[in-house]
């Protein structure tokens, strides 16, 4: 079994919203990503896609886009984005998509060699890098960054129960550091690496801010970034070893 990972498709929704207004680098990506994934990925090979799959608003229409994805080879497991509008009721979703694809959703997923899960995550507030301590007032953004670092333990909690001394990886949408935090680290990665994760895959960085992703060692964890025109719109083989 190989691992493959590629964010960030922004499919259209049925609203034919095309992606090449953000760049030319962007015209048919779908269609190029579409020729990758079949020149690499088995049947029995496992995709990861963490989020913004669609820009569809209703999960109805988002649906024409999951089935596009269920057409191409290998056992896909979606994560939510910040601009998939669409995932609302998990039960609704995990209940309509097609078949050889899973929801992530703060929980694990057993693919055999190995345990994947994950959550949405949030952008990294400025205490983190300032050290204001627990007394300080919170924002919202930090409000929700402690919300989400809550869901990544309970799911990485279910993912070590699962797995035992199997491999478990993490997926993210938001990027869990960024070279600015790698002095101290962030909430998210003391978790991925109080839990033994392998690796760690995330989206979200589009265009300049792509430097700004961090892929790498940190502390004993891979983290990849994995969003499409980061990629050169080809998928990226995470497997170990």
Not at 74 to 97: E, F, V
């Amino acid at each position: 079994m190989r691992i493959f990972a590629i964010g960030d498709l922004h499919l259209p929704g049925g609203d034919k919203k095309p992606m090449d207004v953000f760049g030319p680098h962007w015209e048919n990506h779908f269609e190029r990503i579409s020729r990758d994934w079949r020149a690499k990925v088995a049947d029995e090979d496992v995709v990861l896609i963490p989020g913004d799959i669609s820009w569809a608003m209703q999960l109805q229409a988002a649906l024409e886009d999951l089935r596009r994805i269920a057409q191409l080879p290998g056992r896909k497991l979606i994560l939510r984005g910040n601009h998939d509008y669409w995932w609302s009721s998990l039960t609704q979703l995990r209940c309509s998509m097609p078949d050889g694809m899973y929801a992530v959703q703060n929980d694990a997923y057993d693919a055999g060699d190995v345990v994947f899960c994950g959550t949405r995550g949030w952008m990294i507030p400025p205490s983190v890098l300032s050290g204001e301590g627990e007394n300080a007032a919170l924002s919202q953004d930090e409000k929700l960054y402690r919300r989400e670092a809550l869901r990544m333990e309970m799911s990485l909690k279910t993912a070590r129960r699962i797995a035992g001394d199997r491999p478990v990886f993490a997926m993210m949408h938001y990027p869990p550091l960024l070279p600015e935090h790698a002095r101290c680290g962030t909430e998210f990665t003391r978790l991925m690496t109080l839990y033994g994760v392998s690796r760690c895959v995330y989206g979200h960085l589009h265009g300049p801010s792509v430097q700004r992703g961090y892929t790498g060692m940190y502390n004993q964890v891979q983290y990849d970034l994995v969003s499409c025109d980061a990629l050169g719109f080809a998928l990226k083989d995470v497997s170990l070893g």
